[in-house]
C-alpha cells in the first residue's frame, strides 16, 4: 500500500459556506451598525421634530400621534424600510460593531484552519499509517500507527459521515484510540480496509491457536 488521501471536495465545499455564512452575517452586523441602524436613528430625530411641530401647531392631545404618522408617511421612505410605521427606538450602533468584529475575527480564523487543513496528507503503506488524534477539531493532529499493533474498529459513525476509530496498543502496550476520516480524507477507506484485514488476521490465528 502506498497511500496519500488529501482533502476531499465535499469537505472543501462545506466549509466554504460555512466561511461564507460567517463573513456574511459578520458584514450583515457591520451594514447595520454602520448604515442601516445610523439611518434608523435619523428617522428617529425626524419623526421627533414631526411630533414637536405637530403640539406646537396646537394639535389636541388626542390626536398628535395620528396627524404626526401621516405627515411622517411623507418621508419615512428616506429612513426605513415601512413609511407607515413610526420608527421607534434607536438601535446599539455599538453592538452591532461588536458583532461583526467579533465575526470577522472568527471567519479570519476559520479560513487559516480550513487553509491549514487544505494542506495536510493522511499516508500509509504496508507497515504504517497516520491516524488522527482523537481532540477538538482545529487542535487535532496526527499520529503515525503500526497496523500490526490495531485490535479493535468502531464502525458506528462510518456510514453516516465516514468516520472510524481504530484501536491499538501503542509502543508500551497501552491501548490508544486514533480516528480514520474518509470524509474529510479521501481515500481513507483503504486504510479501514487494510485494517479490517488485520484484525481478520488475528482472530484467525487465535481461533488457529484455540483448536
Given at each position: 500500500?502506498?497511500?496519500?488521501?488529501?482533502?476531499s471536495?465535499e469537505?472543501?465545499?462545506r466549509?466554504?459556506i460555512?466561511l461564507?455564512m460567517?463573513?456574511?452575517?459578520?458584514?450583515?452586523f457591520?451594514?447595520?451598525?454602520?448604515?442601516?441602524?445610523p439611518?434608523y436613528?435619523?428617522g428617529?430625530a425626524?419623526?421627533a421634530q414631526i411630533?414637536e411641530m405637530?403640539?406646537e401647531?396646537?394639535v389636541?392631545?388626542?390626536?398628535v400621534?395620528?396627524e404626526?404618522?401621516?405627515?411622517?408617511e411623507?418621508c419615512?421612505a428616506e429612513?426605513?424600510?415601512?413609511?407607515?410605521?413610526p420608527?421607534?427606538?434607536p438601535?446599539?450602533?455599538?453592538q452591532q460593531?461588536q458583532f461583526?468584529?467579533?465575526?470577522?475575527?472568527l471567519?479570519v480564523?476559520f479560513?487559516?484552519?480550513?487553509?491549514?487543513?487544505?494542506?495536510?496528507?493522511?499516508r500509509?503503506?504496508?507497515?504504517?499509517?497516520?491516524g488522527l488524534t482523537?481532540?477538538?477539531?482545529?487542535?487535532?493532529?496526527?499520529?503515525s500507527v503500526?497496523f500490526?499493533s490495531v485490535f479493535?474498529?468502531d464502525?458506528?459513525k462510518?456510514?453516516?459521515?465516514?468516520?472510524?476509530i481504530?484501536?491499538?496498543?501503542?509502543?508500551?502496550?497501552?491501548p490508544?484510540?486514533?480516528?480514520i476520516?474518509?470524509?474529510?480524507?479521501a481515500?481513507?477507506?483503504a486504510i479501514?480496509e487494510?485494517c479490517?484485514a488485520?484484525i481478520?488476521?488475528k482472530?484467525?490465528k487465535k481461533?488457529?491457536a484455540?483448536?
Open positions: 500500500m502506498n497511500l496519500e488521501a488529501k482533502y471536495r469537505w472543501r465545499d466549509m466554504g460555512i461564507l460567517i463573513a456574511g452575517s459578520s458584514g450583515w457591520f451594514y447595520d451598525g454602520l448604515v442601516a441602524y439611518k436613528n435619523e428617529v425626524a419623526y411630533v405637530v403640539k401647531e396646537g389636541a392631545e388626542d390626536a400621534d395620528t404626526a404618522a401621516s405627515r411622517w411623507k419615512a429612513f426605513s424600510g415601512d413609511p407607515k410605521e420608527p421607534k427606538h438601535k446599539n450602533i455599538a460593531l461583526g468584529v467579533g465575526l470577522g475575527v471567519a480564523a479560513l487559516l484552519w480550513v487553509l491549514r487543513e487544505m494542506k495536510r496528507v493522511v500509509a503503506n504496508d507497515e504504517t499509517f497516520d482523537l481532540a477538538f477539531p482545529p487542535f487535532n493532529g496526527k499520529t503500526r500490526d479493535g474498529l464502525r458506528r462510518w456510514k453516516n459521515k465516514g468516520i472510524a481504530v484501536h491499538y496498543k501503542d509502543e508500551k502496550g497501552r490508544r484510540r486514533v480516528e476520516d474518509d470524509y474529510k480524507y481515500g481513507s477507506e479501514l487494510k479490517e488485520v481478520a488476521d482472530k484467525a481461533q488457529e484455540d483448536a
